[in-house]
């Protein structure tokens, strides 16, 4: 059976922002609105005061919660979630990174579902009803959580990731405005960049993949490969922001439906036990995992090696040895370390990797079957 699904509307192109307004009357219950950011980046570039701004002119009234972390904690979210409960609010926007829009996503459901989010993390209650209405705005080009229904919860005292998803948890729209990217920093265009190459290249070779989500993973793949390091090198150039902003949705849209596969599984636990960003964390294995996903043979998925084919002549190469050394080039080239010993993990840390980093939702869907010795080796020659 073949089923593709993905409710969101997406409002793309530059100076979409400023239609904000309108998109808020299609959706908004009433004139109240909750806008979730992160603690600095957002007001410091004026983005949020634009917001507001666009808002309030249409007679809105804007509260905000400027509190979102990189690796949101359920704690955060409890507190996000009291607040609207507190008050009569009529929409939601998300504004920020993919943890940002995470935040927002699990404010936006919880609210109208009893008990903490950890309750739902842990499996101990169940999501029963809509939330309020949810608008996401990404100002990364990197994760794609505006066309997604997961987000992502970490446990900091635990070291532990959760992910809480439902299809109540879709935006009603995503507003992709490129213009919005062009604050962010070399270092955020590189790591944010390759987590949208990863989910675009898994989405790709996913067991769950089908005719729709393959179109949109291999425009995010070219989109993404051929200009993150214009991106880089020319944080201003509106042209290369452009193309990587519609890569990243191409890839969130491919992904919503696929799954992320053994790549992004490996990359939690390197990033709750170590701190590595998300997007590098990811980065620091697809080299090798393109290399080990090329081999025909103990296979969940017969055509896995033929997509990964695919993929390395998107890449422009010959072999997967040739794109693995491509890709680790190109974090080279923008500043990014390429193996485990750089970031701090050492031989003894392999264990703990292998340990967590079997994410049943996730593992299970890579083209071929990674053992636990498979793993190891792969990390040790990381190493």
């Known amino acids: 059976m073949i089923e593709y699904y993905n409710p969101v509307d997406v409002i793309f192109g530059k100076k979409k922002i400023n239609k904000i307004a309108r998109y808020a009357d299609k959706y908004a219950m009433n004139k109240k609105v909750l806008l ?74 919880l609210v109208n579902n009893e008990g903490s989010v950890i309750d739902y993390l842990e499996n101990r209650r169940k999501l029963v009803n809509d939330g309020i209405p949810l608008i996401e705005i990404p100002t990364t080009s990197g994760t794609g959580s505006e066309v997604t229904m997961w987000s992502t919860i ?59 989500s393959d179109k949109h993973a291999l425009k995010a793949i070219k989109l993404i490969y ?60 697809l080299g090798s995992f393109i290399k080990y996903n090329s081999v025909s043979g103990n296979d969940n998925m017969p055509e896995g090696a033929e997509r990964v084919k695919k993929i390395v002549n998107l890449l422009g190469c010959k072999s997967s040895e040739q794109s693995a050394e491509r890709i680790v080039q190109m974090m080279k080239d923008m500043g990014l370390p390429t193996r485990l010993n750089e970031i701090g993990i050492n031989e003894k840390d392999i264990d703990i990797i292998i340990k967590e980093g079997f994410t049943p939702d996730r593992v299970v869907h890579n083209p071929r079957i990674v053992t636990e010795e498979s793993l190891r080796n792969l990390l040790r020659e990381l190493l």
């Open 226 to 285: 051929e200009n993150i390091e214009n991106a880089y090198k020319d944080p201003s150039s509106i042209t290369a922001r452009e193309k990587m902003a519609l890569g990243s949705l191409e890839a969130g849209l491919a992904f919503s439906n696929t799954k992320t596969t053994a790549v992004h599984s490996v990359s939690y636990p390197i990033t709750a036990h170590f701190g590595v960003p998300h997007g590098l964390a990811c980065a620091l294995t």
């Open 36 to 109: 979730v950011s992160g603690r600095k980046a957002m007001r410091e570039q004026g983005i949020t005061t634009r917001i507001e701004n666009l808002l309030k002119k249409s007679d809105y009234e804007v509260k905000n919660f400027e509190k979102a972390e990189a690796n949101p904690t359920p704690e955060l979210i409890d507190e996000g979630v009291n607040i609207l409960r507190d008050g009569d609010f009529g929409l939601v926007v998300g504004l920020g990174g993919g943890s940002a829009m995470d935040c927002a996503k699990c404010m936006a459901i």
């Open 154 to 212: 970490w446990d900091a005292s635990a070291k532990k990731k959760y992910s809480l998803s439902d299809r109540k948890m879709y935006a009603k729209a995503a507003v992709v405005d490129p213009e919005l990217t062009i604050g962010l920093t070399q270092r955020m265009t590189a790591t944010t960049g390759m987590d949208a190459l990863c989910q675009a290249i898994e989405a790709y070779w996913s067991r769950n993949h089908n005719p729709t």
